[in-house]
């Protein structure tokens, strides 16, 4: 009976489960679009400008390739490469639920630059539409549509102010500050730029160059008098012209150039203004020095020579990884002239310094001959490796215009030079006019010599360079100062 009653049940139990169950009715299938595609484009060339980029430069028109999802679950992309590589690669833009797209400027500009063009000149691109469900499912390749864009500068630059007039008073002040955008709108990726001036109207044809790391650099009132003044030669309280224009480079290394700003400066000296009082000498003392920290230092190797008004500059023997100072005064510690900047901080290679800066100045790395240049007008040094010593440490006159005549060895020290700094010498002596003359490094010897080819001065000549017929003597006799300075490769002869 229990086994009876148990069969009864399980039957039951599988005609009810039977009742429950429904039949699975079949995926729905959907026939492909049999619709032809095709686009078209509403210009072949486009050319616009930078006000436009956000403006619509081209309109494209497709028809509806009628997936049986609808338009409204439908894609459209659109694919632009350069003519020649058969779409292998390619940029893109989409549109959904549309019949029409529109590529804005800056959308044409960003992929012909993509491709290679340059600016100003036309790039040959192509075009297709790519129709396809919104899955991507049954795609549509359109015909090629051909396409010519020049690429435009979408780099601008901007100025507080197109007019300066300087003054000296007002020299720390600004005089004008730049800034720009960061141009290849659309381009992702690195980009550098530089700032580029001229003479204004000469089209950029000789360039100063300044190095950038933001989208600004700003100008003091002393920068632009002295690039008016000194590097354009503007006379003090006329007006000249300076053009600006920004470079820009992007990780393609493409280049473009922004608009051109163009400031009138009105400066106020025709001189350099120095950015710091500049001393009647200059001395350098430090570890990195044969003489070390000793103060006074010796001299005349450890004195500067003057190069000009505002700029000093010695030929030195320096010991790698030391450091140093430079003094107005020898043998006082008053005043000195170093750097703010930790010393490990600043570039031993040179910098900028500052009178009584807390840090002294890192030497090179190197043991090694150096040339340093101390400029007081832009307030910086200059250390530059050099691999043999111009400057002798004697130096003498010798010739038929000298009281001694062509004998070699010259009378000494009465045609020997004093050598007042680190590379200038000078020597008061009585020159006979309508003979020459020749300066040499050695007394006795014809190895080497140095002399010109003016009376009065000019280039400093070596060996064979000096002219057969020797250095001219003044037009008149006479008590005169001959000055030779090796740093700047002159010398002068002045009547007492």
Known sequence: ????????????????????????????????????????????????????????????????????????????????????ANFATFLTKEFTNSL????????????????????????????????????????????????????????????????????????????????????????????????????????????????????????????????????????????????FRIRATNGLDKVIYSNIVTVAVTPHSSKPVPKYPVPANLFLVGDASPSGWDNPVATPSQQFTRIDDNTFGMIIQLTGGKQYLLLPVNGSWSNKYSVSVATNAANPNGDSFQPDAPNNIPGPANSGLYKIIVDFVAGTYAVTPVSTNPIPPNLFMVGDATPGGWDNPVPTPSQQFTRLSNGEFQLILPLTTGKSYLFLPVNGSWANKFGGTSATGGDLLVDGNVPGSNTPAPSASGSYKINVNFLTMKYSVTLQ
């Open 100 to 243: 029409t797209g529109e590529l804005m400027g800056k959308d044409l500009n960003a992929m012909a630059q993509k491709f290679g063009g340059v600016i100003g000149q036309p790039i040959a691109l192509e075009m297709m539409v790519v129709a396809s469900q919104a899955n991507n499912n049954e795609p549509k390749n359109s015909n090629v549509l051909p396409l010519t864009v020049t690429p435009f500068s979408d780099l601008v630059l901007n100025s507080t102010t197109r007019s300066v007039v300087t003054s000296a008073a007002n020299a720390s002040q600004e005089g004008v500050a730049f800034s720009w955008n960061a141009g290849f709108i659309g381009f992702e990726g690195t980009r550098t730029y530089k700032l580029e001036y001229s003479k204004g109207g000469t089209n950029f044809t000789a360039i100063t160059t300044v190095n950038v790391a933001t989208q600004s650099k700003s100008f003091t009132q002393l920068d632009l008098n002295n690039i008016a003044a000194l590097s354009f030669g503007v006379p003090a309280g006329s007006v000249g012209n300076i053009d």
């Open 1 to 84: 009976m229990k086994i009876g009653f148990k069969l009864i049940a399980v039957v039951a139990l599988m005609a009810v489960a039977v009742g429950c169950v429904k039949l699975i009715e079949p995926t729905p299938s959907f026939a492909p679009s049999t619709v032809a595609f095709s686009a078209s484009a509403s210009a072949t060339t486009v050319a616009v400008a930078a006000a436009d980029s956000t403006k619509a430069a081209l309109t494209l028109t497709w028809n509806d390739p009628k997936f049986s999802v609808g338009l409204k679950n439908s894609k459209f992309t659109v694919r632009v490469a350069k003519v020649g």
